[in-house]
Structure formats: structure tokens, C-alpha cells
């Protein structure tokens, strides 16, 4: 099973609105899908959720001629061979150091390149063997839970109009949902929160501020938002001191501290858990290092008594969930005018409904692409 080539399609889907969190505008649905072919002809499909799409695709393909050769099952010989252009390093038996070959400016878009080709990797693995990833990761049990996300604030729509919003989800069968905060004032976000709290009964709240705030300000709003029973408070802190300063927070709430959708390998998410007292680790295999450093990260947070939810993309991280005792949900985006991608683009998926997940026979990540609508809206 030799690689042979790849092939990265990058898509941008307008969405019908503006999505806002308090960071940023979502105005399109952007991916990359990556396509890695065998010297025989099988092909395995991975994800990038990540921006910019155009150099981060540059750079997927520029990887073929590096691992062009290598055995498609070697997942981790492959990861080592692609993260090593990052740092540098001695080939065997050299005498004289490999430099990096990307500068320290392109580490993100390689990490991000790099989990398109371990996932597209991980499918074909997933398709040689004729099983699906759940089970070749241990797997006993195919259906998995999934929360709600949604909760954005969009333009030309009331801030309270989340609270119909959650309050349905809830109707759907959904029994966790979870919202933006950090997009308001405190007291804003408050009147948004205690009335889903009150829509939603029993069901599981997340709040999520998307780096909203300094530490000072984190620490006042859980204060405000603790009476509403929050399950847990995600990526609470700005991004220049997200780890020492939730290590801080963690320290002055009762209420779980989650995050590491943003970290880009293990040793961020190890120092998230270590001294940011996160409870909840969010690692995105899509954004950065693949399901092999999911892997490693899924095995650091057990030992450490850290659970995992697995950030967006449920037909990749659906499988890992259905082999990992310390996982909690899967996220989901039940709104088909938010994720156009998982409604639209792919096909033959895991069946999504009622808050769980139900994941197939079929051999690999079990996904099929429409590929019309991938050309529709490629780049
Ligand atoms: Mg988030």
C-alpha cells in the first residue's frame, strides 16, 4: 500500500447569514477535503477545518513528493516524516542537521495540512482493512451522543431569539445544547442564558466565549452565570494567556473549564491540562495533527482524568468517541443552514438525530462526498 498522491479541494459554501461569536463572523462554510491515492488505487478522504484555504491546500499537495512511497498503513512513520519539515532534525545515519523546511510563520498551516493526510490516511487504512474506524479503533458500540451547537449571534435577529433556538433543540431530542457567550455585555449574555436555562429544563447547558475575555472579566461572567447550572465554560480566556490565566479561573468556579480546539499538537493541550485545569479537552483532528495526535491526546486525558468532546466534525470524531470511555459528546450543528458541509456535501454519513450519533459498517470514516457540490463551490 504505497502513497502515490495528493489531491487537496478546497470549498468555501456562503452561508444564508452571518454567524457571529465573539471573535468572528462566519459568513461561509470553508474546507479543505483531502484525497491521498495508493500506488493501487484506493483512496482515502480526510478533512482540514481550517483557514486560509489556499496556502493551506499549497501546502497539503507540496507534501507528495515527501511521502510519495512510503506505506499508507505507516500513520505514525508518515506523521513524524511531515512534522519533522517543522524543526530540525537528524536524518538517520546523517552527520550534518536537516533544517526545517517551513519557517515558524507556516507551522499552523502544516500541522493543519498534516491532519487532512493522517485522516485521509486513517480511511484508507479504514477501507484496506474493510472496516469501519470505530471499530478498528476498539469500538464496541456504534451510537454515541451528540449535543446541540448553535446559539450564534446573527445579524438582524434578536439576541433572545436563542432561546426558541435551544428550547428546539431540546424538542428534537437533543439533552445538551450549547451557545455563544462573550458577544454582549455580561448582563446581555445573562438575559440570553437564564432564558434557555428556563426554556431547556434538566438538559445539559455549555456556554461558549470563543477567547472573549481577560481573566478579570472571565471570572465576573461565570460569577453571572454560574446560578444557571452550566455544564461547562469554553475558551473563556483571550488567546495570549489561555493556559496559566484558566489555570487561575479554574481555581475560583465550580463550574468545569473546557477547551483545545485551538492548540495545534499535544503538548499545548498537556499544559491546558496540567496548568489550566481544563476538565473538558476539545481537540479538533481536523484543525491540526489528525487523529494520530488525537490519539495521543485522547490517551494523555484519560490518565489524567480529563474527559474529551471532541470539537465540530462528528463524522471524524464520531468514531473516535465510540472507542473512548472518558468521552463525553460529540458536536453537532443541527441547523442545516449553519453546517452546509455535513447537510449538503457529504453523503451515506453517520445517521445524526435526536442527539445521537449512529455510525455505519461502512469501511473507514463511512462518508461519501458529493463531489458536484464540492466543484460547485470550490476555490
Ligand atoms: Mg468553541
Not at 470553508?30 to 483557514?51: A, D, R
Not at 484555504?53 to 516524516?81: F, N, R, Y
Not at 438582524?156 to 433543540?169: H, Q, T
Request: glycine content about 10%.
Amino acid at each position: 500500500m504505497k502513497i502515490k498522491s495528493i489531491r487537496a479541494h478546497a470549498m468555501s459554501m456562503p452561508l444564508d447569514k452571518v454567524y457571529w461569536t465573539s471573535r468572528a463572523p462566519w459568513g461561509t462554510y470553508n474546507t479543505i477535503l483531502v484525497e491521498v491515492e495508493t500506488v493501487s488505487g484506493l483512496i482515502g478522504i480526510g478533512t482540514i477545518n481550517k483557514t486560509p484555504l489556499k496556502e493551506i491546500a499549497e501546502i497539503t499537495e507540496s507534501l507528495a513528493p515527501i511521502i510519495q512511497g512510503m506505506d499508507a498503513l505507516a500513520h505514525e512513520a508518515v506523521w513524524d516524516k511531515i512534522f519533522n519539515l517543522t524543526v530540525p532534525h537528524l536524518e538517520k545515519g546523517a552527520t550534518e542537521v536537516t533544517r526545517p523546511l517551513f519557517d515558524q510563520n507556516k507551522r499552523v498551516f502544516v500541522m493543519a495540512a498534516l491532519a487532512g493526510i493522517d485522516l485521509a490516511l486513517w480511511d484508507l487504512k479504514g477501507k484496506a482493512l474493510k472496516m469501519p474506524i470505530w471499530r478498528l479503533l476498539g469500538g464496541d458500540q456504534r451510537e454515541v451522543p451528540a449535543y446541540a451547537s448553535g446559539g450564534y449571534y446573527e445579524e438582524g435577529r434578536s439576541p433572545l431569539a436563542v432561546i426558541d433556538e435551544m428550547a428546539g433543540y431540546v424538542d428534537q431530542g437533543y439533552s445538551a445544547v450549547k451557545l455563544k457567550c462573550g458577544g454582549l455585555s455580561i448582563a446581555g449574555d445573562v438575559e440570553r442564558i437564564s432564558g434557555v436555562r428556563k426554556a431547556i429544563g434538566n438538559a445539559h447547558l455549555m456556554v461558549d466565549a470563543n477567547g472573549a475575555y481577560s481573566l478579570k472579566e472571565a471570572e465576573k461572567a461565570i460569577k453571572a452565570f454560574e446560578p444557571y447550572d452550566i455544564f461547562w465554560f469554553e475558551e473563556p480566556i483571550h488567546w495570549y494567556d489561555s493556559t496559566r490565566a484558566l489555570g487561575r479561573l479554574a481555581q475560583t468556579t465550580h463550574v468545569p473549564l473546557a477547551s483545545g480546539e485551538s492548540e495545534i499538537h499535544a503538548w499545548a493541550v498537556r499544559d491546558q491540562v496540567d496548568l489550566g485545569g481544563i476538565r473538558y479537552v476539545q481537540w479538533d483532528c481536523t484543525r491540526a495533527g489528525g487523529l494520530t495526535e488525537g490519539l495521543r491526546i485522547a490517551a494523555y486525558a484519560l490518565a489524567h482524568g480529563v474527559q474529551i468532546a471532541y470539537h465540530h466534525d462528528p463524522q471524524i470524531h464520531g468514531h473516535l468517541m465510540a472507542a473512548q470511555s472518558h468521552g463525553y459528546c460529540v458536536e453537532s450543528f443541527p441547523s442545516h443552514a449553519r453546517d452546509p458541509f455535513w447537510h449538503q456535501v457529504l453523503k451515506h454519513k453517520p445517521h445524526l438525530e435526536a442527539g445521537k450519533l449512529t455510525l455505519g459498517d461502512e469501511p473507514g470514516f463511512g462518508f461519501e462526498v458529493d463531489w458536484d457540490i464540492v466543484k460547485r463551490w470550490k476555490i
